[in-house]
């Protein structure tokens, strides 16, 4: 059984060939193997978010199509909105620096990885020097190959 999770093509594949080229049984090794692997590949999917800043192209092929998230005022945000949210966001705070840090992960299901971290925002605002401070939380639902 291979999971594929709302990640890029290219984790999912990593992910995929590792397990079939690992030879463990499904039951036993297998949630281990994926508890090891996913962490450093959710962490680098975040890292480029970061990185894609207000870039409209780079965040649409982040961010997938079935995306849901909670905007600054507490609304709810389908993929467009979330990007649109983004690209206002990185323009507002110039010259700026993004570090994410103490990054936990859960799995409390089989098919769902939850992620939280702290992510600082260091930059120029109006002539004024700020930092920006927050706490992020995704869940990652997987789903079976083939669509199932």
Do not use: C
Not at 65 to 85: N, W
């Amino acid at each position: 059984m291979i999971i594929w999770f709302h990640v890029p093509r290219i984790v999912v594949h990593q992910f995929s060939q590792t397990v079939l080229n690992s030879r463990l049984t499904p039951k036993s090794s297998i949630w281990i193997l994926r508890f090891r692997l996913l962490p450093k590949a959710l962490i680098a999917l975040d890292k480029e978010w970061a990185e894609a800043g207000g870039d409209a192209a780079k965040l649409d092929k982040i961010i997938g199509d079935s995306a849901l998230a909670i905007g600054p005022k507490g609304e709810a945000q389908d993929k467009q909105q979330l990007i649109a949210s983004n690209k206002a966001a990185s323009t507002d705070v110039t010259t700026a620096t993004y570090t994410a840090d103490e990054y936990k992960f859960d799995m409390p299901s089989s098919d769902v990885v939850v992620m939280t971290h702290r992510g600082t925002t260091k930059g120029m605002q109006n002539g004024t020097e700020v930092t920006e401070s927050h706490r992020s939380r995704t869940y990652f639902r997987s789903r079976m190959a083939g669509g199932r």
